[in-house]
């Protein structure tokens, strides 16, 4: 878990000891490739089908395939988002909407469930963590209508770059008033976070995270440009950490409670924490 240089804030509750810094990232993406094929009497590649009515099988098999690769891309395309950003993510009948204090709440229609309030900082590395291994089960939960999902954007470092890219990104997230495609403005920020000690999240990257994210509208690039919501931003920052009980990011209280880092830093933990909550 990610706490501001120098300290907590005043006035708020000492630190547990089981909420320490998130666990270190896994292994680089990809993997070598395999050989290529090797010489024959038919020169590189694969002996070519013979004719007659074997060619005619695999030929068949071959078009087959070919079918279900084309219906297997329709679907995916089909199902994108008409911004041309990531594919759908959310389940059935499951809502995301955003409120005039930057909060995020994402609850299937008709359904309550435990309220999972999550704290985080899109400039605080053990956040990235969390949404990376836990994004999918919030999602998953509130589909199945066991938790009503609610994100607080906050900015937890008081130091500089920190606080500055901290509060440029949560300012911009603010600017997003559609719930879907703040949750795709969300994984851009996770995407692109800086590294710590670095000055990042500048106001043309922010803007180009948007369209990434397929919001529209002139008003956001220029909300963004004039951080609109940046003094909002701090004030509610500063209550959560001097009023809210919040010390360190990501904090997640499932109906009030705070969780322990074992219970958020795994899917599954999560998962126990929220379905056996009282």
């Known amino acids: 878990m990610s706490q501001p240089p120098g300290g907590p804030p005043p006035e708020g509750p000492e630190p547990r000891d089981d909420m320490p810094y998130g666990p270190p990232y896994g292994p680089p993406y990809g993997s070598p490739p395999g050989p290529p094929y090797g010489p024959s009497p038919y020169g590189y590649g694969p002996p070519p089908a013979r004719r007659g009515r074997r060619g005619l099988v ?16 329709t679907v995916f395309l089909l199902r994108r ?3 041309g950003g ?10 995301v909407t955003t409120a005039g204090d930057g909060t995020v709440t994402m609850v299937k229609s008709g359904a309550g469930g435990k309220v999972v309030d999550v704290y985080e900082d899109f400039q605080c590395p053990a956040c990235k963590e969390f949404h990376r291994v836990n994004d999918a089960t919030l999602k998953n939960l509130a589909g ?21 890219n901290s509060t440029r990104a949560a300012t911009a997230a603010r600017c997003v008033t559609d719930g879907d495609r703040w ?9 692109h976070q800086p590294a710590e000690g670095s ?9 180009s995270y948007g369209t990434a994210a397929g919001v529209t509208g002139s008003d956001f690039a220029s909300c963004v440009r ?10 509610v920052s500063q209550a959560a950490l001097t009023r809210g009980g919040i010390v360190g ?10 969780l322990s880092t074992d219970e958020t830093m795994s899917a599954e933990g999560l998962r126990k924490a929220v379905v056996g909550a009282g």
């Open 144 to 164: 199945e209508g066991r938790a009503k999902v609610v994100y607080h954007p906050i900015v937890l470092f008081s130091g500089e770059p920190l606080a500055g």
């Open 226 to 235: 004039t951080q609109r919501y940046a003094a909002q931003v701090r004030q």
């Open 249 to 258: 990011t990501p904090t997640v209280k499932v109906n009030g409670v705070a």
């Open 86 to 95: 990531k594919p759908v993510a959310l389940p059935p009948g499951v809502t």
């Open 58 to 73: 695999v030929g068949l098999i071959a078009g087959f395939v070919v079918l279900l690769v084309c219906v297997t891309v």
């Open 81 to 83: 988002d008409d911004g």
């Open 199 to 207: 000055t990042g999240f500048a106001v043309a990257d922010l803007v």
């Open 183 to 191: 949750l795709a403005f969300q994984d851009q920020l996770f995407a």
